[in-house]
C-alpha cells in the first residue's frame, strides 16, 4: 500500500527552487523535463459541515496524507482513528457552530492535525471519554485549548501530533 | 428458527428497525452497497446466541444500527450475543460504547457478549482501551 515520494505536482520554472507559500521555501525537482514537487511537509486544509457524517471524509484525507508520507499501515490506521475520535469529541462539545475547521501536515517523521470550531459554550472534550482515553493513547501529544473569539464565543482547537514510533502499542 | 434481517445505512430514517412483522430479509431498503459510509450489519437468532454481522464503518454517524441490531436480538429474548468483525474496515469508540452497552444488557441476564473475527488491528484497539479483558474474543486473530 505504500507510495513513493516524488508525486508529480504543479509544475513550476523548471529547475528553480519555488516557494510553496508556506515560507518555508518548497522545492521542485527537474526529470525528463516536467517538475516535481520534493517538499517534504504535504498540508491540507478542510472546512466543513460540523457533522458526525463528514468523519469518513476527515478519516480519508489523514490516511491518504500519512500514506504519501510514507508512514507504516499501523501509524495510517492510528491518525485515522485519532482524527475521528478527536472530531467526533469536538462535534460534541461545540454549540451553535456548523463549521469545523480542520488542518492536517503530514511530514515523513509525523503528521499533525488541528481541528478548530466556534462554540458558543467555553467548554473543551470530555476528556474522561472511552473516545478521549483512545486519542490520547493513539497518539504523541493532544493539546486543547478553548479562547476568546473575536466578535464573541469561543474558539475551540484540538491538536495532536503522531510520530510513526508514538503510540502505546502493547 | 432463525430470522436474518438486514438494515442499510443510506441516512434514511431507520424504518424497520426492530419491526418483527417483516418476513426473513426484507428489513430495510437497502443492503450494504448503497450506503454511503459503506456501513451496514444484520443480525439473526439462533436459539438464545444473537448473532449480529458487522460490514464496512461503524463510526458515531453509523453506530446507531449497531445499536438497533442489539435491541433487537435482546428483544427476542438472548442471553449471548455473538458480534462478528470480519467484514469492518473502521471502528471507533462509538462501536466500543455499543457493544459495552450491549454487554451491560445481556450481563443482567446471566449472559455474555462475544467477539468474533476480530483482526490484528482491532485487538490493539481493544487491548488499548481494556476492554479485551471485557468481551469474549472467538477464533483466531487475523493478520489483516
Known sequence: MRRGDGRPGTATDSGRAATNGH??????????????????V????????????????????AGDLAMRRDHDLDTISDVQMAVDEAAAAL??????????????????????????????????????????????????VVRVSVTAAAGGGHRVCVEFTRTPAGSEAP | MTRDDRIGTNGAAPTGVGSNGVGPGSVGSSGAGSSGAGASATSRVDGSRGVIVLHGEI?????????????????????????SFGSVTFFDSACLAALVRAREAVVERGG?????????????????????????IEGQVRAS
Open chain 1, 42 to 61: 504535504t498540508r491540507v486544509e478542510l472546512r466543513l459541515d460540523a457533522a458526525v457524517e463528514n468523519l469518513p471524509l476527515l478519516r480519508l484525507v
Open chain 2, 59 to 83: 463510526d458515531h454517524a453509523s453506530v446507531g444500527e449497531l445499536d438497533a441490531h442489539v435491541a433487537k436480538v435482546l428483544a427476542a429474548g438472548v442471553t449471548e450475543v455473538a458480534v
Open chain 1, 91 to 140: 462535534l460534541e462539545v461545540i454549540v451553535g457552530s456548523d463549521t469545523l475547521c480542520c488542518r492536517f501536515e503530514a511530514a515523513p517523521d509525523a503528521v499533525r492535525v488541528s481541528l478548530e470550531a466556534w462554540s458558543a459554550a467555553p467548554a473543551g472534550p470530555d476528556q474522561d471519554s472511552l473516545g478521549w482515553r483512545l486519542l490520547t493513547a493513539l497518539v504523541d
Open chain 1, 23 to 40: 515560507g518555508d521555501g518548497g522545492h521542485t525537482a527537474v526529470t525528463n523535463g516536467r517538475a516535481w514537487r520534493t517538499d517534504p
Open chain 2, 112 to 136: 455474555r457478549v462475544v467477539l468474533s473475527d476480530v483482526n490484528r488491528y482491532a485487538l490493539r484497539i481493544l487491548e488499548l482501551t481494556g476492554l479485551d479483558a471485557v468481551f469474549a
